[in-house]
């Protein structure tokens, strides 16, 4: 039974809405448009993300292939961060949003350390036009346009029609009927998480991403330009 | 062309290591002080010890707060985790424990100021079960992260108990020795409890480095940035230095009452904690920088 949620899990529960996320990896074609989207509509921060696109390549010349995976915030069903966190900053909302209450936060970094999907992020202090900063951020799935009965902007603008969103709760929704009709996974179910983003036909290439580490000569000096750029730097100072 | 990678780490830096080591060197100098009031009977020959204990308990204690509090991201804010208490949150729990705590001793400094025993009694063994919550609430901070292998380890409060007893004791043994009040029944009290506490930080070294051997895939990669990022830290400083080296010192029946060797015993001991923790955040957090 999870516990220190300030909502119980909803998934399945006659009555209540359970927000999901289903991502179609036959339709995504890596054009970016949602973390384009989702940057413009919360002013994202460079260096940080709220969702990404991962890319990987596979094989030699000729026989090559590019792959995508669409990563974000789970809103997982039992979020090990809301449970940890000291001040309830962040929480778990009814329908099923892990939300976050920036004027709580005291940025500890304990729902960073606690969630297994890389989902959290620390805003700069010094931001230009947005004047929160200092504390975690994270993707809320677009919570305040969907009170306006609005789509999330990365689904909004999603070209391929890959992320598709909804009330999993709803036979009736997208989402319900392509989770019941795909085979689907989500990452890393034996976290207990109980992640609330599924994807459709992913490959091993793109699930074992998520463990591996970055082997393309691009992928490494980014990550070599990152430890030099962060080295000692507050935040990172002896742990880079 | 590219694989798109992102370090949303937990950044937890120098800082997290320092402040668990002092809060738990503060937490086991403070049980030493308190326990002629506490245990009376062996512990008796650490009574000209109570003040000067109970001061570094205080100095110690009011370091770690300042280094914990400059670690957040808004400092501002270091009460909302006693405000805004959440019960499942080891970190609420520790901030609430820390300002008993500096109750506790500051108590215990005006019972031994004034002479009052029953107040030195009750504040030393309140305070006593508050200092060891101090590295065991630190140890569970690392524990209840599922998501991170390493540390999702039910060993991890009990080992940082133990360097906590290993690096007080070591510190203990220092300033009684630099102070010149180290008697042959001091001696033998602390190379008790020294070589209890380095003898399980042993054996919960080796029941790590088996986890790392034969662990899963994650522990497997944290053992692999161990060895290539703080090999000189982990095998040298902690298990040469900081285990094998005093427990040499420690075993031998001769120098049971050399009060130079079992202090350098002690501060190799509090070398070896210091690192054993260091390795285990740095290292714990690292294999999830890409996922």
């Not at chain 1, 609005?150 to 036979?171: E, H, K």
């Not at chain 2, 062309?1 to 320092?18: K, N, V």
């Not at chain 2, 001793?105 to 305070?127: C, E, H, P, R, W």
């Not at chain 2, 000189?232 to 285990?243: C, D, K, P």
């Amino acid at each position: 039974m999870p516990i220190g949620l300030q909502a119980e899990p909803s998934l399945g529960v006659p009555g209540k809405k359970r927000y999901a996320m289903v991502v179609d990896l036959r339709r995504c074609i890596g054009c970016m448009a949602c973390v384009t989207a989702c940057k413009a509509e919360y002013d994202v921060p460079l260096g940080v993300w709220r969702t990404t696109v991962r890319v990987k390549d596979t094989g030699v010349y000729p026989n090559t292939r590019r792959h995508f995976m669409p990563r974000l915030c789970n809103h997982c069903d039992n979020p090990p961060c809301v449970r940890n966190c000291p001040t309830e900053a962040t929480y778990k909302h009814e329908d099923g949003f892990v939300l976050q209450r920036y004027e709580r936060c005291i940025a500890c970094r304990t729902c960073i350390a606690a969630c297994p999907y890389n989902a959290r992020h620390i805003l700069p202090g010094n931001r230009a036009s947005v004047k929160i900063g200092g504390v975690v951020d994270k993707c809320t799935f677009c919570d305040h346009r969907v009170a306006q009965g609005l789509l999330p902007a990365c689904v909004q603008t999603c070209l391929g029609r890959s992320r598709i969103f909804g009330d999993l709760n709803d036979p009736d929704s997208e989402v319900a009927k392509l989770v019941a009709t795909h085979f689907t996974v989500t990452l890393k179910p034996e976290k207990g998480t109980k992640p609330q983003v599924y994807y459709i036909r992913p490959e091993r290439t793109t699930t074992e991403q998520a463990y591996s580490a970055p082997t393309s000569y691009a992928a490494r000096s980014d990550a070599e330009a990152f430890y030099r750029h962060n080295k000692g730097s507050r935040f990172y100072a002896g742990v880079l | 062309m590219f694989e798109y990678t992102d370090y949303h780490i937990a950044p937890w830096g120098w800082e997290l290591p320092l402040y668990f080591f002092l809060i738990g060197t503060a937490g086991m100098v403070y049980v030493l002080a308190a326990a002629p009031a506490v245990f009376g009977g062996a512990a008796k020959a650490l009574e000209p010890f109570r003040r000067t204990g109970s001061a570094t308990a205080i100095v110690l204690l009011l370091i770690s707060t300042v280094l914990l509090i400059v670690d957040l991201g808004q400092p501002a804010r270091f009460l909302y985790p006693i405000l805004y208490f959440h019960w499942t949150s080891p970190v609420s729990w520790g901030a609430l424990f820390l300002l008993l705590f500096g109750v506790c001793i500051a108590g215990f400094f005006y019972a031994s100021m004034t002479k009052n025993d029953q107040l030195a009694k009750l504040t030393g063994i309140v305070g006593s079960l508050l200092a060891l919550s101090m590295p065991l609430y630190t140890g569970l901070d690392l524990m209840v992260n599922q998501a991170r292998e390493l540390w999702a380890n039910p060993t991890i409060p009990v080992l940082f108990v133990t360097l906590s007893v290993t690096s007080g004791t070591g510190l203990v043994a220092l300033l009684i020795t630099l102070s010149g009040g180290m008697s042959t029944e001091v001696t033998r009290l602390l190379r008790r409890i020294l070589f209890f506490s380095v003898s399980v930080t042993l054996a919960l070294f080796l029941a790590f480095w088996v986890v790392f051997m034969y662990g899963t895939g994650e522990e497997q990669e944290a053992y692999a940035l161990v060895n290539e990022l703080y090999g000189l830290r982990f095998w040298l400083v902690t298990l040469l230095v900081g285990i094998l080296a005093p427990l040499a010192i420690l075993i031998v029946p001769r120098l049971y009452d050399n009060a130079t060797l079992v202090t350098l015993a002690g501060v190799l001991g509090a070398i070896g904690a210091y690192t054993f923790r260091e390795v285990i955040v740095y290292a714990g957090q690292l294999p999830m920088m890409t996922y």
